[in-house]
């Protein structure tokens, strides 16, 4: 017999075992495929792209920014190849609200629990995605998100299960800021003496596209570097038909901006933040942080006969005579998508409309029947006033408690479980600041602050509050808004403030009968912000300003809880720093 005959019959005999073991697994009624893994390969390159009509070095992932969608099941695996092809810059890629229980490695945060990827290596990622809703994936490496290395992840209940409101159809939309210097420029320009700031971003994209008025540019541009009729900046256009529900998951990468979000002529109806389900409430505009994920339902029931216009402006910043608000097309069908609106597209809110943006903040709850209860008291408060300072009287920084924050070159997750302690302060960070003698609405006399790499050591499973305190900035009657994001975990919103965290009387007033879970929470100008989360997830957490030039000039601070419970850590997070030996045979 032939070795064709021989493998004919063997894979004959293998198809007759599996049809009876479908056979048996049918008569006993167990479901085949519980959860599934889903496989991503991805390569990474800079590309010259135009995504708002001004051609620069972009990252794409596959070709493409924003990247491909996420799309699994709830407790599916999702497995992510990464290739580094940038040539000559590293890279690490963050699962922004996927908590990475058991696998505190793959959070894709450098300096924190990983090693950069260099160019030409591959790393792979390998994580449960233990939760439905609508998270993110981004750069977490100096402030490379802001090229255009991000796209959405969602998840999806298990088959039979359904939400606990209606909608036709889903979409997912991000909103970004957009620079036309690079990374590296701007990096450099935050460091050097004397400080460069970033200043306000160019434009505003919509799903990765805008439109910044190359006619305006100043210097004028030549057609080949700016050039508004160019196809790949047409603006974002998303059909809908008349008389449905659209579910729209909008969420804000911004490096800097917080924006507002409207669809000219319909409401918005706000159903899930961060992946947690929301008390339902009406907005005109929803106002979102960088980090911040949100569904809404919105009804298509206007005038079929036309387009209506979808905009984004910067609120909280006044970027009014630097950046356009952003646009795209809610496209009526059968309009032509690309046809114009015909009305102005709607103007915003006031940039400096605080208690709008507060009163949002507030309003957001956990659904009624999907609330989980907090702990009712806490075992630690730690309190982190924000700043901005100086470092040795030159350098601009950010800073909690007057710490400015630096990452340490070998990643903690690595030198806590292999005993590396000498590779980042041991100095405890403070837990409070002068209460009584710092007043949060002046410039102060001394701005001067000290950096330091050293950590929050938290008890596992006990329960922390954490209360973020705003301040002036250096500039007078100036105080910005932060959003923070923590890592590895999600965390009750107890309360938001105006003024100063008062700690014997504000937290008598915090929220522990239906707070909303997040992980990503705004500190309003001069006001403050209360939230509640367990460490009982083993591993070291990044907590820091979302905003990219912020986390690069100091503002965040890192957690550990349970590093004796973290499993073994695997080679390919290793290779910089002081964990080069770890490699060595
Ligand atoms: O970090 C920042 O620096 C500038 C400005 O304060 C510099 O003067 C600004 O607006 C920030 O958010």
């Known amino acids: ?272 933040a961060d992946g947690h389900y929301v008390e339902p409430f009406v907005v005109k505009n929803l106002f979102i942080y960088s980090g911040e994920t949100y569904s809404v339902l919105v009804y298509t029931d206007q005038d079929p006969a036309r387009n209506y216009w979808v905009t984004t402006n910067v609120v909280s910043r006044n970027a009014t005579a630097t950046t356009p608000p952003g646009l795209a097309v809610l496209n009526y069908y059968p309009n032509h998508p690309r046809r114009s609106p015909p009305t102005i597209p709607p103007s915003g809110p006031m940039w400096n409309d605080v208690d709008s943006r507060f009163n949002q903040s507030v309003a957001i709850r956990a659904r009624k029947g999907h609330v989980y209860s907090p702990p009712a008291t806490s075992d630690r408060v730690i309190v982190l006033l924000n700043t901005q300072n100086q470092v040795n009287g030159k350098t601009r920084r950010w800073s909690v408690n007057n710490v400015s924050y630096d990452i340490p070159h070998t990643p903690y997750l690595i030198a806590l479980k292999e005993n590396l302690l000498h590779t980042f302060s041991q100095t405890p960070p403070p837990e409070g600041y002068d209460f009584a003698n710092y007043d949060i609405n002046v410039v102060q006399n001394n701005t001067n602050a000290t950096t330091s790499d050293a950590i929050y050591r938290l008890q596992l499973n006990s329960t922390v509050d954490i209360v973020l305190q705003n301040a002036n900035t250096m500039n007078p009657n100036n105080s910005e808004t932060h959003p923070w994001h923590l890592h590895g975990h999600d965390f009750w919103v107890l309360g938001y403030g105006k003024g100063k965290f008062d700690p014997i009387n504000d937290p008598k007033k915090y929220n522990l009968v239906d707070p909303i879970m997040k992980n990503t929470v705004p500190v309003h100008p001069f006001g403050w912000t209360a939230f509640r989360f367990k460490a009982d997830n083993p591993g070291v957490w990044a907590f820091h300003c979302h905003i990219e030039s912020h986390f690069f000039m100091g503002m965040g601070v890192a957690f550990e809880e349970g590093i004796e419970r973290v499993g073994k850590l695997p080679s390919s997070i290793m290779g910089c720093g002081e964990t080069k030996h770890l490699l060595k045979p």
């Open 1 to 272: 017999m032939s070795a064709y005959h021989l493998s004919e019959s063997k894979s004959i005999a293998m198809m007759k075992f599996l049809a009876l073991c479908f056979f048996v697994i049918s008569l006993i009624n167990i479901p085949i495929a519980e959860a599934r893994i889903r496989h991503y390969k991805w390569e990474l390159k800079y590309e010259y792209k135009s995504p708002d009509c001004y051609k620069k070095l972009v990252i794409t992932i596959n070709g493409r920014t924003p990247g491909p969608t996420i799309l699994a099941q709830q407790n599916d695996t999702v497995i992510v190849e990464v290739k580094n092809s940038l040539l000559t810059a590293n890279t690490a890629i963050h699962w922004h609200g996927i908590r990475q229980i058991g696998t505190p490695w793959f959070d894709g945060t450098e300096g924190f629990t990983q090693c950069p990827i260099l160019p030409g290596d591959t790393f792979v990622y390998k994580f449960v995605v233990d939760r439905p809703g609508t998270y993110l994936y981004h750069a977490h490496y100096g402030m490379q998100r802001e090229e255009g290395l991000f796209g959405s992840i969602r998840v999806a209940l298990p088959d039979g299960e359904s939400e606990p409101f209606a909608y036709n159809y889903d979409r997912s939309i991000i909103l970004t800021d957009w620079y036309h210097k690079s990374t590296f420029e701007q990096a450099v320009g935050l460091s050097s003496i004397p400080f460069q700031w970033v200043g306000e971003p160019q434009s505003l994209l919509i799903q990765g596209k805008g439109r910044f008025d190359c006619s305006a540019a100043n210097p004028p541009m030549k057609a080949d570097v700016c050039n508004n009729t160019n196809p790949e900046c047409s603006l974002y256009s998303t059909t809908v038909v008349p008389g449905k529900t659209y579910r729209l998951r909008i969420s804000s990468l911004t490096a800097l901006s917080a924006l507002s979000f409207q669809i000219e002529g319909h409401n918005m109806t706000v159903v899930e």
